[in-house]
């Protein structure tokens, strides 16, 4: 099955986590995502064969939990580093969900609901 680009913005969190408490994540885990991502990105390019070899070159997968997670697939490998690191850091994630509707912001440090437009500058950072 192909993973399209819509499939992954249905997965805000696991982005939003993985991008910005990167340095939160294991050794392991960050090892398996970047597997993971080179591994997308050679399935959606003309030349794939450069970026799966930097999965071997770079040894993202010499540990067995990496290819735990790396065997997942694309998504519910994320999701599980993701989980994992909402699990062990809850403290030093923050969720920086919109005030009006809900939703989860771009950063931790948005300001500005990319969904609905709402601002709170006005509000002091946690
Ligand atoms: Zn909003």
Redesign the pocket.
């Known amino acids: 099955m192909d993973i399209t680009l819509e499939d992954l913005t249905r997965d805000p969190l696991s982005n939003y986590v993985i991008e910005h408490y990167h340095g939160l994540l294991t050794e392991v885990e960050q090892s398996a995502v970047s597997a993971l991502n080179l591994k997308f990105k050679s399935d959606h390019s003309s030349s794939p064969g450069l970026r799966l070899q930097l999965i071997e070159r770079r040894g993202l997968l010499a540990d067995p939990e990496a290819v735990r997670i790396f065997d997942m697939g694309y998504v519910r490998g994320r999701k599980e580093v993701r989980e994992n690191a909402l699990k062990r850091e809850p403290d030093q994630i923050f969720l920086n969900y ?6 989860l912001c771009r950063t931790p440090f948005a300001r500005m ?1 990319v ?4 601002c709170w500058y006005d509000i002091p950072v946690e």
């Open positions: 919109c005030r009006k509707c809900q939703r609901c969904h609905c437009g709402y």
